[in-house]
C-alpha cells in the first residue's frame, strides 16, 4: 500500500552508526531506525543473541511457558516501578495493552463507567484504532469511521484544561514523558507531578508512552525517571529489541488488576527470537557507560546544535529535546532538509512542528558526534545557500 513518503534511497547492510548502499556509499545513521537499533545496526552482541536462539527454538506459542520472558520481565520489573510485563511485537500494541489494561482496572473495580482516557496534541501513540484515537492527530483519525468514545484530547502542557477535563469517568491519562514523533517536546517534571497528582485524587491511572523515549534514549533508562514520577502503566518497544520487533506492556499489580486469564493475548508477542535479543539488548542498554555515553554525546550535540542555531538563525529555530532524543525546529521545510542531508551522507529523521530529530544510536562515539555535526553544519551552509538563490 502506498502508505510510506519513503526517501529515494535504499541500504544493503548496516554497521554501527553505518548504513551502507549496495554501491558501497556510506552514510552516518542519526535516525537508528527511529531510535529502534539502539545498539547501532548488527550489533555482535545482539547478533550472537539471535543466532543462538534461531539454532535452538523459534516459536512455541504463550499456551507454554516461555523461560526467556520470565527473565526479561524480571530484568524490566527489577528496574522499574512495574510489577507485571505483557510482551507485543511493537509499540502500539504495547499502547493498545496500556488502555485495555487500564479500562479493565476499573470494570475490575466495579467502575466501569470510568472509561475517558485523556491525551494531548502532538502526541503520537501508534497506529491501531486506540492508539489513534488516544492521539487525536486529525491526519490519523479521519477517513476510518467514527471516532471511538471515551478519547479526549487537550493541548500539550494546559494544566488548567487537564484539571477541568478530570472527573468520575476519567479512566485514564496518557502521555509521552518526550514527545518523539510531535518533534521531541519535552513535558516538564511540573506537569508529569500534577497529572500525578491528578490521577491520584480522580482514581485514574497515568500511563507513560515511553515507546521512543524510554530504553536509555535520554540517559537515564527511562525519560520519566527524570522527574522522579512514575507511571501505573507504561508502554515500551522500539529500543527494547535493539531492531527485532518486540515491545511490552509495562504495569503494577494494582493496575493489571483486571487483565485476567483469557483477558488479552497474542501469537508472537513475546516469543523465544524476541525475547533471546530483548534480553541482551536489554543489558546492554542497561549498563552505566551506555547511559553515561548517552549523557555526554548527547551534551556534546546539544552544545554544537545550539552553536550552530546562533550562526544560522535564518536556518535553526530551536534546539530541544532530552538525551539523544533530539529535535531541530527549522525554517526551511524539514523535509527538504533531510534530503540536503542525505546529500551530505547524514541520515536525520523528520518530526512534527518542522523539526529535524537527531536520534542516533546510544552507543555513538565522540568523534561520529563530531562527525555528525561537521555534516549537520554543511547542511545548513546549503540551505542558507539554496534559500538565497
Ligand atoms: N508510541 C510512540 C511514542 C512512538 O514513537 C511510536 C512509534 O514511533 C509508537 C508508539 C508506535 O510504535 P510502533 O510503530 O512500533 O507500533
Redesign the pocket.
Known sequence: MGVYNRAPLAFERGEGARLFTADGTAYLDCVAG?ATTALGHCNPVLVNALKAQADKLWHVSNIYRIPGQDELADKLTAQSFADVVFFTN????A?ECALKTARKHHSHNGNPEKIDIIGFDGS????TYA?VNAAGNPAYVEGFGPKLPGYIQLKFGDMEALKAAMGPTTAAIII?PVQ??GGARAASDEMLRQMRALCDEHGALLIF?E???GMGRTGKLWAHEWSGVTPDIM?I??ALGGGFPI?ACLATAKAADGMTVGAHGSTFGGNPLAMAVGIAAFDEIAKPETLANVIDVAGYLGQQLQGLKDRFPDVIVDVRGKGMLIGVKLIPNNRDFMALAREHNLLVAGGGDNCVRLLPPLNLTLDEAREAIEKFEQTCETARAKAAA
Open positions: 527511529i511493537s509499540g502500539t500494541e499502547v503520537f501513540h501508534g497506529r492508539a509521552e518523539g514523533e508512552d515507546v521512543q523515549s508502554a518497544a522500539k515491545g
